[in-house]
């Protein structure tokens, strides 16, 4: 059985709480879908943390650490990814945090299954319920794996199942087993372990075994990561009081 998480944006106390739900799971491995840094108070340490874990995937925001682009993104955002960037730089092990960032892959496929950070068309590419009333979207993105992908980016969990050219959208529950093999081709979005945003505080990740997916929802100190980030004056407040209501 495999761990998958993504989108953990800095946030150490959630990732370190799912890390410790994952050792009461039968996994084996631990997959990242990407986006480690940004939003949170702990980049760094995320990064540090990944070193170890078997599949580690580039993130949109991963990929900006490395090398930005500031046409790319809005004034606001440039300042963050900055801020982020000279703390990166700043650290004593900076050539490990960056040598690791720039060990992360694009994608990862194994078992008929596709492990993308956004789509396979784009890692700023998201899928969403809405989604599902446009058809030409999923077909389109359903053109660029051959049964099953599984994703991060969208901050929310959800299964989408194509059924000829018509997809349905299923709202997993934790704890239940998903089939992941009885439609046409079905797209899974994981949801954060750093930045929920499905009106649920709690970190998300997904496990995987044979044809099955099982989410799982883990309660974390939010309130210390908050006040980390409004201690912190090159992190915007909105960042962490978004925490406190999931969003």
Known sequence: MDAIITDVHGNLEALDAVLNAIGDTPSSRIMCLGDLVCYGPDSTEC????ADWDIRILGDWDATLLSHDPNEWNPNINRHIEYVRGEFESSADADFLFSTVRSYIDTHSESGIDFVHGTPRSKREWVFPEDTYDQRKLNKIAERFDSVCICGHAHLNGIYRQHDSTWEFVQPEPGIRYDITVADKTLVTVGAVGQPRDDDTRATFAT?????????????????????????????DMYGERLLYGR
């Open 47 to 50: 990064v540090r943390r990944s």
């Open 208 to 236: 995987l075994g044979g044809d099955f997916v099982t989410f799982h929802r883990v309660e974390y100190d939010v309130e210390s990561t908050v006040s980390k980030i409004r201690a912190n004056q090159g992190i915007d």
